[in-house]
């Protein structure tokens, strides 16, 4: 069983949802997330992985279930209130505005901020801690490679300095290298209070960057564990890392 014994800041309970008329595609799934904890959802494609996360920020539409941040219900607040509330969300492939500098897509991500003094030092701090975007911040941001782009994307999302980021495979499209350098951002980010929730195809890296995980298989939760103990799993490294069965 999973190890995770402080209150959730994220809270998922029975959560069930689909596409217009069609069948449920996640089909009851509780997951909790503490802070300064990073917990990935892997599963086959088709899982519902993805749906899951639209489900949670309310990109689609919930048929049962329920979503607390930090003790709150905030089920059915539309994705906007929801980052307001400090939950924030990066969709899988490119999100950035490609005409845009570096600078201002990272002002973007602020764009709910009203005071312009917290706006200033929050593009500050994100320059901080992405000295590479610093170095670029006058470049239009699709002339970024791959792997600064994605640091854009996290740079711009930490704009509202969200106590949850949920993030659907970051590390897609990226070498291998820069995959390291985003898992290093987010465990980065944990160390900092963070409660990070991302589904990922990458098992192995994820799973080595994560505290635990939950495997999803055809909308539920097939397993739930701590990441080391479903990286040591036969089961899982069978199905997900493409690994054959020991001889027996
Ligand atoms: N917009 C949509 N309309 C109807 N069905 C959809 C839509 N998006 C996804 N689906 C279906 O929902 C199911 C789950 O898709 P989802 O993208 O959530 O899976 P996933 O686990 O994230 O897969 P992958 O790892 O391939 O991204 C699939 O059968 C898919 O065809």
């Known amino acids: 069983m999973s190890e995770q014994t402080s209150k959730p800041i994220l ?4 959560l069930k949802a689909g596409y217009g008329g069609g069948r449920m595609i996640v089909n009851g799934v509780d997951i909790n997330v503490g802070a300064g904890e990073i917990v ?8 519902g992985k993805s749906t899951l ?10 048929r049962q279930g329920t979503v607390q941040l930090d003790g709150k219900d905030v089920t059915d607040l539309p994705a906007q209130k929801l980052l307001l509330e400090g939950l924030a ?5 490119r999100s950035i505005f490609p005409r845009l500098t570096v600078a201002e897509n990272i002002r973007m991500g602020g764009y709910l901020i009203k005071d312009r003094a917290v706006l200033k030092r929050r593009h500050e701090e994100m320059e901080a801690m992405f000295p590479a975007l610093a170095e ?13 782009q994605r640091q ?11 106590k ?8 897609i499209g990226l070498a291998p290298r820069i995959v390291d350098q985003v898992f290093t951002v987010l465990r980065d ?8 929730l991302m589904v990922e195809q990458n098992v192995r890296k994820a799973l080595a960057a994560a505290d635990r995980g939950y495997v999803l298989e055809l909308g539920k939760v097939r397993l739930e564990d701590r990441a080391q103990a479903l990286l040591d799993d036969e089961r899982v490294a069978q199905l997900y890392m493409g690994m054959r069965p020991t001889a027996a």
């Open 136 to 148: 670029l911040r006058g470049l239009q941001a699709s002339s970024l490679s791959g792997g600064q």
């Open 53 to 62: 996360l639209k489900g949670i920020v309310n990109l689609i539409q919930l």
């Open 152 to 162: 854009l994307e996290l740079a711009r999302t930490l704009m509202m300095d969200p």
């Open 11 to 14: 809270a998922i309970r029975d």
């Open 164 to 171: 949850v980021l949920m993030l659907d495979e970051p590390s």
């Open 189 to 196: 980010l944990a160390k900092l209070g963070k409660a990070v």
């Open 89 to 93: 969300y990066i969709p899988q492939g």
């Open 40 to 47: 990935c959802v892997i599963g086959q494609n088709g899982a």
